[in-house]
T-cell receptor
Framework: GQNIDQPTEMTATEGAIVQINCTYQTSGFNGLFWYQQHAGEAPTFLSYNVLDGLEEKGRFSSFLSRSKGYSYLLLKELQMKDSASYLCAVRDQLGGYNKLIFGAGTRLAVHP | GAGVSQSPSNKVTEKGKDVELRCDPISGHTALYWYRQSLGQGLEFLIYFQGNSAPDKSGLPSDRFSAERTGGSVSTLTIQRTQQEDSAVYLC????????????FGSGTRLTVV
């Protein structure tokens, strides 16, 4: 089966850096995604990792360690608009299917 | 269209009634997913269509839920004899085969069962 864990809530200060961790267990790992979801809106794609290491995209970076079943999303120079839920999702390849399984999400509150 | 389109955006129905939710994926996207999101919760996988292959229905919570995808494009999620616990936002996403970052979500249908 699959299991994805991430903290429920985090708070941070505007201009600071925050790291959101995600651990996963899956039998057919085929990539890890991070999505951002503002309240009442659909999730939007942030990043994708399939190989170990750090992927940087502007203020956002994502790291993956497949051997440890671990990823993190790093947000720099936090802005108030970054207050949202951040969803870790693992693509699990089983029986020829690529299924995208989501964690429960981490609600990030950015304060002035 | 340019994005994934879902209709209706909001649906209020009486307990026991049947509802149909529609998803129109991005043209050319062969993979289509349905998810359910209860208030303040994560996304719960329901069903996955990939091209002409048999769908992965492993996430459907009961036999009251069914989905079909006609002509490899539009999909309909049907919930029969709705219950109050079915109240949630139903999200549809589509992607091309093997695309690493292109799971695009629709805006969802907010279903309220009263």
């Amino acid at each position: 089966g699959q299991n994805i864990d991430q903290p429920t809530e985090m708070t941070a200060t505007e201009g600071a850096i925050v790291q959101i961790n995600c651990t996963y267990q899956t039998s057919g790992f085929n990539g890890l995604f991070w999505y951002q979801q503002h309240a009442g809106e659909a999730p939007t794609f942030l990043s994708y990792n399939v190989l170990d290491g750090l992927e940087e995209k502007g203020r956002f970076s994502s790291f993956l360690s497949r051997s440890k079943g671990y990823s993190y999303l790093l947000l720099k120079e936090l802005q108030m608009k970054d207050s949202a839920s951040y969803l870790c999702a693992v693509r699990d390849q089983l029986g020829g299917y690529n299924k995208l399984i989501f964690g429960a999400g981490t609600r990030l509150a950015v304060h002035p | 269209g340019a994005g994934v389109s879902q209709s209706p955006s909001n649906k209020v129905t009486e307990k026991g009634k049947d509802v149909e939710l529609r998803c129109d994926p991005i043209s050319g996207h062969t993979a289509l997913y349905w998810y359910r999101q209860s208030l303040g919760q994560g996304l719960e996988f329901l069903i996955y269509f990939q091209g002409n292959s048999a769908p992965d229905k492993s996430g459907l919570p009961s036999d009251r839920f069914s989905a079909e995808r006609t002509g490899g494009s539009v999909s309909t999620l049907t919930i029969q004899r709705t219950q109050q616990e079915d109240s949630a936002v139903y999200l549809c996403a589509s992607s091309t085969t093997g695309e690493f970052g292109g799971y695009t979500f629709g805006s969802g249908t907010r279903l309220t069962v009263v």
